[in-house]
């Protein structure tokens, strides 16, 4: 009862902070869960809280009679009164979320007529109709979540931030063409969905330095969270996407996507590798470009409970009753017939080391083993971690070195994998971490050594060979130490993201000094007095004139600042949908030659 009241309060405040300026009074309680869920009512034609087959076939009729001005679309105004603000209530009706697929907020001509097979998606259990919890609104945040009684009001007010922003205009304390100081070249962004589908933008941007969206590459697929998209040189647009619907991919944890494409200027898609099996495997987060045009791109590998106590793994499976390790997969392109071959595959499986079943071959000490990894490390079994061992988030290639880094999160470390095997190679010692860092208990170490809380965007730095990380201190206690009951509570309570530039114990033929110390040679907010909160996403980017551009992913907040911490752009996105990471583009970039 608690937890569901904790959920109701914090969609309450939610409701009222979303509520317009210019409004006298919000709704009541009463009138906001009337009023959003008008469609979902006029669907249950009698009233018995189910959709039934004849109702869901139904769909597309009785929507079309709730069409008052003609137009063949339903505006806000005839699906809930048009008074309030529907990203945050009215998109809570999953019902509602599922028909507006574009979230868009209208319910166009083309979704009435789809509605009956979209409203089929909620259909948990395939019987032919809606009932319980295929129809609930999604739940609020429990108290479980967070591991200590949390404080309802200060999350509320944190969730309500994720949205409060302008979608028609840049706005901030320093928007675009206000600093001179500010790198001269295009932002580029590529937008997804928000887990709850309350936003929707799959498309990428440029804008220019006077905050003006000079070009937009759409997508016609969906963009679950943690898509990734690049410009390449050659002027192809490289992302992710999929093409399974998002309930179909919740079977996954957050991220998986299944789908690379290479997208001209004009939109056209030119080549696409399709690597999604239900309840298998599925590409998700992010890739990486060789430099003879191959990609190396991240795989969740779905293992059933039987599949991962072979291992050696000892712990609870996700919701669906999946384990989930990671996979990484080169891809050769055949731009002139389509698809692709998988010509190398790196698999964490291989290189796994266990200390709780001598009977299974990979058995052996933690701490003396380290260049392996323990899936019984005690990672966090809440929220969408469950079942999930390791969730890497970025990767990145090395071509002085032949080498990838591999962000996981869960583990709070960067891996630093040799490419320079076959995948034979690849299966034995070649494969094992050729370095890791950021968190040295996931090998029996010290918890007060733990520097990387929830990181993404580890990449290396070309120019100089550092590694940069976005440190989003997710699990980063109020006291700035490792805790894991803190998932994403630690921002709330006066804990901090920072980006740390990092030189790497490496030396010039790519060999890694495990004895020497990584030094920090440039961080921003490391003391969290700059005031930067990032729970999940995000990333860090250095500029060619020394300057570092961020965004956090949360309320789309960009931020650029030179290379001694004083800011040169601080604005929000007009765009909705959550940017994973952004980048800076100069004017004279190959990939830009002769397009703008």
């Known amino acids: 009862m608690k937890t569901r009241l904790a959920a109701a309060s914090i969609a309450l405040a939610l409701a009222v902070t979303s509520f317009p300026a210019d409004a006298q009074q919000p709704p009541s309680r009463q009138e906001i869960a009337k009023r959003s869920s008008t469609v979902q009512r006029a669907l249950d034609t009698n009233g018995d809280r189910v959709l039934s087959a004849d109702e869901i076939a139904a769909a597309p009729a009785v929507l079309a009679t709730l069409d008052k001005d003609g137009n063949g679309a339903l505006t806000p105004d005839e699906t809930h009164g048009g008074r309030f603000r529907i990203w945050d ?24 007529a789809a509605a009956h097979q979209r409203l089929a998606h909620l259909d948990d259990n395939r019987d032919g109709q809606l009932t319980g919890k295929e129809l609930a609104r999604p739940p609020g945040p429990p108290p479980a979540f967070f591991g200590r ?9 944190f969730i309500a ?5 302008d979608y028609n205009e840049v706005k901030g304390p320093v928007v675009p063409g206000a600093d001179d100081r500010a790198y001269d070249g295009y932002l580029f962004f590529h937008g997804s969905y928000d887990n709850g589908r309350r936003q929707a933008q799959p498309n990428a ?25 690049y410009l390449l040189e050659n002027g192809l647009l490289a992302r992710t996407t999929a093409k ?36 298998k495997y599925c590409l998700h987060h992010d890739f990486t470009v060789l430099p003879n045009g191959n990609i190396v791109a991240i795989v969740y590998d779905a293992n059933t409970v039987a599949e991962a106590t072979a291992f050696g793994w000892k712990g609870k499976p996700s ?43 990979n058995y052996g000490s933690v701490s003396e083993k380290k260049r392996r990894i323990d899936p019984n490390y005690d990672r966090i079994d809440r929220l969408f971690v469950n079942g999930q061992l390791f969730h890497a988030n970025s990767i990145d290639y090395n071509a002085a070195h032949k080498q990838l880094v591999v962000s996981s999160a869960t583990f709070g470390e960067i891996w630093v994998i040799d490419h320079d095997t076959t995948t034979e190679e690849a299966k034995g010692p070649a494969g094992d971490l050729l370095y890791r860092w950021g968190s040295p208990r996931t090998y029996g170490g010290p918890d007060d050594e733990t520097v990387l809380f929830w990181q993404h965007d580890a990449y290396w730095i070309p120019e100089t060979g550092e590694l940069q990380i976005f440190n989003n201190g997710g699990l980063r206690g109020p006291d700035g130490k490792y805790n894991p009951g803190e998932l994403f509570m630690g921002v709330l309570d006066g804990s901090y993201s920072d980006v740390l530039r990092l030189k790497m114990p490496v030396d010039a033929s790519g060999n890694w000094d495990w004895s020497k110390d990584v030094e920090v040679t440039w961080s921003y907010n490391s003391d969290g007095s700059k005031g930067m909160k990032a729970p999940f996403m995000s990333g860090a980017r250095k500029l060619p004139n020394g300057n570092v551009l961020m965004v956090q992913a949360q309320n789309n907040r960009v931020l650029e600042v030179t290379d001694g911490g004083e800011t040169v752009l601080d604005f929000k996105m007009p765009k909705p949908g959550r940017i994973f990471r952004l980048y800076k583009y100069s004017k004279d970039y190959p990939g830009l030659a002769g397009k703008l």
């Open 149 to 157: 009684p949390p404080d309802h009001r200060k999350i509320a007010r």
């Open 161 to 165: 931030s994720f949205r409060m922003r």
């Open 89 to 112: 209530i009215v998109r809570g009706n999953w019902v509602f979320n599922v028909i507006d697929d574009d979230a868009d907020i209208t319910i166009s001509a083309a979704e009435i």
């Open 244 to 279: 399974l619907h998002w309930r179909a991919l919740r079977d996954f944890p957050v991220g998986a996507n299944g789908v690379l494409e290479l997208v001209d200027w004009d939109s056209k898609v030119l080549w696409e590798f399709e690597y999604c099996e239900l309840r």
């Open 319 to 361: 919701r669906s009753g999946l384990v989930f390790t990671e996979r990484l997969i080169e891809i050769a392109p055949d731009l002139n017939s389509g698809g692709g071959k998988i010509v190398w595959e790196w698999d964490s499986r291989d290189h796994l080391v266990q200390d709780v079943d001598a009977t299974k071959p």
């Open 205 to 229: 941007y440029l804008m220019d330095t006077a905050g003006k969206f000079v070009h937009v590459w759409t997508n016609e697929r969906y963009a679950p969270e943690g898509v990734s998209a």
